[in-house]
Nanobody, 115 residues
Framework: VQLVESGGGLVQAGGSLRLSCAAS????????MGWYRQAPGKQRELVAT????????NYADSVKGRFTISRDNAKNTMYLQMNSLKPEDTAVYYC?????????WGQGTQVTVSS
């Protein structure tokens, strides 16, 4: 499984961005996908996850009500709609995919929120 993120960039506080994660390879083996982020000097943390059918989602408390995770299985793509962005959301955002045997990561996309 290969994962490629896109959609990061620089945005002012209060703005919005939509991240995309395109999956390729043995995508039929993926059970759960998610977004994680890592700010400078901090550990990587969970942002949101979604099951293969999209029926179950999970969010970090810090993004609840502002971020929405979704996936389009026909396009093998997962999204993260980020609204009401805050400077503390600044980080490299990573796409994650879990299969019964392995966990895969994308290369990351930078999100910078200016105050």
């Amino acid at each position: 499984v290969q994962l490629v993120e896109s959609g990061g960039g620089l945005v002012q506080a209060g703005g919005s961005l939509r991240l995309s994660c395109a999956a390729s390879g043995s995508t039929f083996t993926i059970s759960r996908m998610g977004w994680y982020r890592q700010a400078p000097g901090k550990q990587r943390e969970l942002v949101a996850t979604i099951t293969s059918g999209g029926g179950s989602t999970n969010y970090a408390d810090s993004v609840k009500g502002r971020f929405t995770i979704s996936r389009d299985n026909a396009k093998n793509t997962m999204y993260l709609q980020m609204n009401s962005l805050k400077p503390e959301d600044t980080a490299v955002y990573y796409c994650n995919a879990r299969t019964p045997l392995y966990t895969y990561w994308g290369q990351g996309t930078q999100v910078t929120v200016s105050s």
